[in-house]
């Protein structure tokens, strides 16, 4: 009877509607939401990301993501010309192309004016169109995405060691996206760890 309950909830979310017979197995796998590691890059690649103002309002509306959308961040890394993040949908989530899309055009919003009023050259589209989802199926899968996503500034040259980056967190707990990450405490870690410009 839970397992039957879990699936419901599942297909009620929208990223699991009708499935295969020969892949019903992954239904049993899934009996919490799943975690999503989703990556997302600029348009045309261009480095605009790692500028303190620009890092803020991508923070802000990860922390603004719960109640907007269903949907917690436990974990992000901007890089200059991509994101990454971890989420996870509550009950009523809205699907996470859904979810993306907004967060993506409420910060290409949100740049927008932040170049205007800087006087640089402004695009009205931050993003590429589409973006990438992996659905993690094991907190052991959660600790390996994340120590791939915490190595990238050292893989691109931006720092030699990964603790110098500042523009990245994750809730100390790694199964905190599943109880939905303390917003408050993201903000503060953003605001204490963007203290540089870093504006291409």
Known sequence: MRITSQIAEVSALGY???VHKHLRRLERIWGDAPIFFVTTCTRHRKPLLACDDIAKVLIDEWC???DRHGWSVGGYIVMPDH?????????????LSEFVGFWKS??????????????????TTLWQREFFDHVLRSSESYSEKWNYVWDNPVRAGLVSNAGEWELCWRDRN???????????EMLRYAESRITRSMCV
């Open 16 to 18: 699991k509607s009708d």
């Open 106 to 123: 409420y910060t290409s919003r949100r740049v927008h004016v932040l170049n205007q009023s800087r006087s640089a050259p402004a695009a």
């Open 174 to 184: 790694a199964d905190a996206v599943a109880a939905g990450a303390d917003r408050g």
């Open 83 to 95: 994101v990454h993040f971890f989420c996870r949908p509550e009950l009523h989530a809205k699907p």
């Open 64 to 66: 603004a993501a719960h």
